[in-house]
């Protein structure tokens, strides 16, 4: 995958990651309007499940205000090599 520092994150909540993420490939080749569709934000390397979707949301707004170097350790712990993990969510 590429460099993190060059890669732009996305940071969103949904209830069904594998329609959000085919939602994000086809705008990137396709529509481009969407945040996701210009920047080509096309691959999972970080992700949480709540079970609430309230706490959800809380924490998407949380993550939305960190630092670039913040986000970036956060995907590093979780995902060291930022591999793609598109095909690992159900």
Known sequence: MANEYRTTLYIGMT?????RIAQHYFDSQNVK???????NCIYLVYYVCYDNPKEAIAKEKELKKWRRDKKNILISEFNPKWESLNNQVV
Do not use: H, V
């Not at 209830?15 to 329609?19: A, L, P, S, T």
């Open 33 to 39: 309007k969407s945040f996701a569709g210009k920047y």
């Open 15 to 19: 209830n069904n990651i594998q329609r």
